[in-house]
C-alpha cells in the first residue's frame, strides 16, 4: 500500500508511540499516564487492557486498531496510514501498544513510515509483557542456579526464508519466552525437542499476566500442546520455558483476586 500524504502540507502534530505495558493500570509508566491525558486521537490494540483505555479523555478519538491471530480489525498498512493522516491535522496523536512496542510490537515498522512522512515522534517504552508476565507468576526469567540467559521469540513459526533456530532454542541453560505461541505449541514442542531439549522441562502458560482474570496453567515441555488447549486458557498468553517455572510455587507472591480491589483504589488524580 502507498502512503496517501499531503504534498506542500506540514504535519500539525507529533506521533506518540507509548508502551502501555502488560495489563496491570499500575504498571504504566507516568510518562505514558500524562501523555495519554493530553492526546487528541488515541490508536490503541486489542491487548491494552480496559482500565488503561479508561484513562483515555472523553474529547480524544479512540481508535481501536487491534490484530489477535485470525481476528485483524485493521491491516499494518492501515495502521500506518492513519498515523500519518491523524499526524496532519491533530496536535497530539498517540499509538498504545500492549507491552513495549519495540518487543513484538511492530512498533520499528510504524515509526520507520512516520519518517518517509518526515513526522514527529517520541518514543515511550512500556513493561513488556515477558517481565511483567514472569513477575506476576513468579517465575524469575534468570537465575545464577537456572538460567543464565533468557531469550524472547515469536511463536508465529511462519518466517518466510527464516526457519526457526530450534538449536538455540533448546540451550537448557537458558529460559526461552514466546510470545503469541499458544497456536503453534505442538511445533514449539516438538522443535525443541528434536533440537534436544529435555522433554520434561518445567513450562508455563500464564493468560491475562496482572490482572485479575490471571492464570497459570504449568506443566512439561512434552505437554505444552495440552496446556495451550485447556478450553479454560483466554488470551493474551505468554509461553515460559525453562528450569526457572519450578520457582512459580514458592515464589507465587501475586493474587488475582486482591486486584480487582487494587485497580479500584487506584487514583492518579494527585500525579499532575
Not at 70 to 90: C, F, M, P, W
Not at 183 to 190: C, G, H
Request: charged share 20%; aromatic share 6%.
Amino acid at each position: 500500500m502507498e502512503l496517501i500524504s499531503m504534498p506542500g502540507q506540514q504535519a500539525k502534530g507529533k506521533v506518540w508511540l507509548v508502551g502501555a505495558g502488560p495489563g496491570d493500570i499500575e504498571l504504566l509508566t507516568l510518562k505514558a499516564y500524562r501523555i495519554l491525558k493530553h492526546a487528541e486521537v488515541v490508536l490503541f490494540d486489542a491487548l491494552v487492557s480496559q482500565d488503561i483505555i479508561d484513562l483515555i479523555p472523553h474529547s480524544a478519538e479512540k481508535i481501536a486498531v487491534g490484530k489477535r491471530a485470525g481476528k485483524h480489525s485493521a491491516s499494518q498498512d492501515e495502521i500506518n496510514q492513519l498515523l500519518v493522516t491523524k499526524a496532519y491535522t491533530r496536535r497530539n496523536v498517540v499509538r498504545l501498544k500492549g507491552g513495549d512496542p519495540f518487543i513484538f510490537g511492530r512498533g520499528g515498522e510504524e515509526l520507520q513510515t512516520l519518517v518517509a512522512a518526515d513526522i514527529p515522534f517520541e518514543v515511550v517504552p512500556g513493561i513488556t509483557a515477558a517481565s511483567g508476565t514472569s513477575a506476576y507468576a513468579g517465575i524469575p526469567l534468570t537465575h545464577r542456579d537456572y538460567a543464565q540467559g533468557v531469550t524472547f521469540i515469536t511463536g508465529h513459526c511462519q518466517l518466510a526464508g527464516r526457519p526457526m533456530d530450534w538449536q538455540g532454542y533448546a540451550n537448557p541453560n537458558n529460559t526461552l519466552v514466546v510470545y503469541m505461541g499458544t497456536l503453534n505449541a505442538n511445533i514449539i514442542s516438538q522443535g525443541l525437542i528434536d533440537a534436544g531439549r529435555d522433554s520434561k522441562t518445567p513450562v508455563a502458560i500464564v493468560s491475562k499476566a496482572t490482572t485479575q482474570d490471571q492464570q497459570k496453567f504449568i506443566g512439561t515441555l512434552d505437554s505444552l500442546g495440552q496446556l495451550a488447549a485447556d478450553p479454560a486458557l483466554h488470551m493474551p498468553a505468554l509461553i515460559i520455558i525453562g528450569e526457572v517455572v519450578n520457582l512459580t510455587d514458592s515464589l507465587n507472591w501475586f493474587n488475582p483476586q486482591s486486584a480487582e480491589a487494587s485497580e479500584a483504589d487506584f487514583s492518579t488524580a494527585s500525579l499532575y
